[in-house]
């Protein structure tokens, strides 16, 4: 059993910044891909960007060049590093884990952003 813990939301104007991270427990962590998710008000939630084992990072089109997904396996923690944020990047963003291996799927609670003058 893995568990997830999001942080770092908040409040930032358009054009600022944030770093979200997600530290796990349980589980060999590195044996995991990890990925960053958000969810609108009335919307699905999609996929924002995500790290496989071996490190190598994949986007979203709507925000790659402004968000940076890495993993520091010892501190068992992913990040986001989102800049240039906007006002459409306004939503929950969840953390996950995923090892296919084993049929294992992971899911932090979430952690608020808003992006608004």
């Known amino acids: 059993q893995v568990q997830l813990v999001e942080s770092g939301g908040g409040l930032v104007q358009p054009g600022g910044s944030l770093r979200l991270s997600c530290a796990a427990s349980?589980?060999?962590?590195?044996?995991?891909?990890l990925g960053w998710y958000r969810q609108a008000p009335g919307k699905q939630r999609d996929l924002v960007a995500s790290i496989t084992i071996g490190g190598r990072p994949n986007y979203a089109d709507s925000v790659k060049g402004r968000f940076t997904i890495s993993r520091d396996n010892a501190k068992k923690t992913v990040y986001l590093q989102m800049n240039s944020l906007k006002p459409e990047d306004t939503a929950v963003y969840y953390c996950?884990?995923?090892?296919?291996?084993?049929?294992?799927?992971?899911w932090g609670q979430g952690t608020q952003v808003t992006v608004s003058p």
């Open positions: 349980g589980g060999i962590f590195r044996l995991y891909e």
């Open positions: 996950n884990a995923q090892r296919s291996t084993i049929a294992a799927d992971y």
